[in-house]
């Protein structure tokens, strides 16, 4: 059964290639109506480190990847479009052999944390990291505390591993104590022992709280991003534990990377993290403290952090005359706030292009682009026009005004027209962000491509 | 100059689906009248003056964190809330705050919390949320559009009036085409979205009945509405008539 699920999987995939369709969903949904249990037999033999978490996945797995090619490893990594169970067992028959032999002795897996209940049924990894819980989609998942439901159904699926936890998340650090007794399942943190100089930790709204296990209000001694930071339980005494990886000094913030000083258990190494975005030095902790794991040097893992080239979340850069295009892709509150920030630092002017769709991808309820913090941004002198578009593209408006943005300075782009759109980014003559969500990228990304070029940097 | 204190009631908990929109709409849509207002935080463990409110809002929250909420409620806040409500004043609650308002909450499995019992209603659980883009009408003809997302079903008693009638979803419970609450000046609804940008005449209505109750006097200019509108109609030519 393996070698027909394997079989058709390569055929449908070699269908949807000649037929121009590409995908990575429909190979693997096939192969697995075929063997359900196809993933257990292709990962055999195969080292696999799992990346999930709401925020930081497609970073952490990238910085991760950067190591294993410095180092020469014969591995592969999922895309981050297929990181549901269709998509990372298309992954692992492409690289297979059709008798379902993998041809790759370690593979780099971002896994959707739902998804995680059924791909942990058969693939045992010998690193999980998860890197935090935030609000998502929440009509898809239901609430915070489901989505890390599903992670810890998950883990207790799992025989053996090594789990590597933000340890700054409240949510996340909660598993350790829930495998705490497990002597299958080892625990390591990392975290950020200083906060964050800037504006994203002053929100207003938190996903946590209230203590997990005894619902006090947690007493913070600082903040770093959202609800993650120093906290403490009054009453239970549940609190954040001093990190295995832990960065001791943010030493500069620049416009593109930052440096810190980054303790690898107890050893401290100045690190240039490098990609722009603060909330990116979680995502280069975290992929430290499984690369320790996986037993890379410290001194090497510093270098490839620094070495990292891939840009701030999934932004792509495209350039019209000398103006620069960028795409960012935005998915959740706490992402959309740390794109929000980065854009209030830039100090030339510029136009904004917020794109929202509701699709299921997207999240069906917009409301979550309240919970966005903008201010920073909206006052920002540099930021001259703003555009909004996508199916919802009148709920952005609102949001902006609301947020205090003058009404007068916002067109509405109307039936998601992406021509129009190009028609303004021309007209603007200077560098235009275009921050849509997930749909509305992948409706406007291949005529942005067409129309100013460029480099893609992901996918 | 007029001047309306808005009172937010447990921001730091029922932080749910974007719903403090309302109030930087209710702030903004008041503000634009040259009518002075001050929002207040009502948090965990701090006292409610409910003699200062004009507007109090109530979002929508996590069931995790309900008990910590309800232990909270009993006793002056509790007595502060019930005294705004029968006192008239303008209060808005939505979602997990609706349900607050109510007598009881059952789970499916007949587990019964108390609530607050200002409201004749009541919230029964069910295993299936009632999730998606819905709309309906008051009695008075506004059409409200909005995104609604819950698994109680809730059961309105004869001392309160429905907000309004279901034109597309589910509604208080998918069952009698009744959506959320009246009773006196209090508004409950399921709605998020957050419902007072998109619906602006709604929003205004709850600013007039405030002005009227403190100075007697809901007079108030008309601003520009053309995204609000634009963005209540996209909702409807969408989902509603499709």
């Known amino acids: ?459 | 100059m007029r001047k309306l204190n808005i009172y937010h009631i447990y921001p730091d908990l029922l932080n749910l689906y974007g719903d403090r929109g309302n109030i930087l709409c209710l702030k903004q849509r008041i503000e634009r009248r040259g009518i002075e207002t001050e929002v207040f935080e009502v948090k965990m463990g701090e006292k409610f003056d409910s003699d200062n409110a004009d507007i109090i809002f109530i979002g929508g929250g996590q069931d995790f964190e309900q008990d910590v909420l309800l232990k909270d409620l009993k006793g002056d806040k509790e007595k502060a809330l019930i005294n705004a409500i029968e006192s008239e004043k303008v209060l808005l609650a939505i979602c997990g705050g609706y349900q607050m308002l109510g007598k009881y909450y059952k789970t499916h499995d007949g587990i019964q919390m108390d609530f607050v019992g200002a409201l004749d209603f009541y919230t029964i659980g069910e295993k299936e949320r009632m999730i998606g883009n819905y709309a309906f009408k008051t009695d008075e003809g506004t059409e409200i559009v909005g995104f609604e997302n819950h698994s109680g079903k809730t059961y309105l008693g004869n001392n309160v009036k429905p907000l309004g009638t279901v034109i597309k979803g589910f509604g208080n419970n998918g069952e009698d085409k009744t959506e959320g609450a009246i009773y006196k000046n209090s508004f409950c609804t399921y709605s998020h979205g957050p419902v007072l940008p998109k619906n602006s005449e709604f929003a205004d209505l709850l600013i007039k009945k405030a002005l009227k109750n403190k100075y007697d006097d809901d007079e108030i200019i008309s601003i520009n509405d053309e995204f609000e509108t634009k963005a209540h109609k996209s909702v409807i030519n969408m989902y509603i008539n499709s």
């Open chain 1, 1 to 459: 059964m393996t070698f027909i699920a394997c079989l058709i999987c390569k055929i449908t995939l070699f269908v949807l290639k000649i037929t121009g369709r590409g995908g990575t969903t429909l190979p693997g949904r096939i192969a697995l109506k075929v063997k359900p249990d196809i993933l257990k037999n292709v990962s055999k033999g195969v080292k696999v480190v799992l990346v999930t978490g709401t925020n930081g996945k497609t970073t952490t797995c990238r910085i991760l990847e950067q190591m294993f090619k410095d180092s020469g490893k014969n591995y592969f990594l999922n895309k981050s479009g297929a990181n549901l169970i269709t998509g990372i067992t298309t992954s692992f028959i492409m690289n297979s052999s059709v008798f379902g032999k993998c041809k790759k002795d370690m593979a780099i897996i971002e896994c959707d944390e739902n998804a995680f209940k059924k791909v942990s049924l058969y693939l045992n990894p010998e690193v999980v990291l998860v890197t935090n819980v935030f609000r998502d989609q929440l009509d898809r998942y239901g609430e915070v505390t489901h989505t890390l439901g599903s992670i810890r159904e998950s883990i207790s699926h799992l025989k053996s591993t090594t789990l590597c936890l933000c340890t700054d998340c409240s949510l996340t650090y909660s598993l350790s104590r829930d495998f705490a007794d497990n002597k299958n399942i080892k625990i390591l943190t990392y975290g950020v022992n200083i906060p964050f100089d800037n504006e994203v930790a002053e929100t207003n709204v938190s996903d946590a709280e209230y203590c997990i296990f005894c619902k006090t209000k947690y007493e913070y001694d600082y903040h770093t991003f959202g609800h993650l930071g120093g906290y403490k339980c009054p009453k239970c005494g549940y609190s954040r534990s001093i990190p295995d990886v832990g960065v001791d000094e943010i030493i500069s913030i620049k416009a593109d990377y930052s440096e810190v000083k980054l303790n690898i258990l107890g050893e401290r190494f100045d690190t240039k993290v490098n990609v722009p975005g603060t909330y990116n030095i979680y995502n280069a902790a975290g992929a430290a403290l499984a690369l320790k794991v996986l037993g890379f040097e410290s001194k090497d893992i510093v270098k490839s952090v620094s070495e990292f080239n891939c840009a701030f979340g999934r932004m792509e850069k495209f350039t019209y005359k000398n103006h620069n295009i960028n795409m960012i892709l935005v998915k959740n509150p706490a992402g959309f706030t740390q794109v929000t920030s980065h854009l209030s630092r830039i100090r030339n002017d510029f136009a904004a292009i917020f794109c929202l769709n509701d699709n299921a991808a997207d999240g069906r309820d917009v409301s979550w682009i309240w919970d966005v913090h903008f201010h920073n941004l909206l006052k920002s002198p540099y930021l001259k026009k703003v555009y909004t578009c996508g199916k919802r593209a009148y709920d952005m408006a609102l949001v902006l005004k609301y947020n205090g943005y003058d009404e007068n300075n916002i067109t509405v782009i109307e039936n998601e027209d992406y021509d129009k759109e190009i028609e303004y980014i021309i007209a603007e003559n200077k560098d235009v962000y275009i921050v849509p969500t997930y749909t509305s990228m992948m409706e406007q990304r291949h005529k942005i491509a067409a129309k100013f070029g460029g480099k893609e940097f992901w996918e």
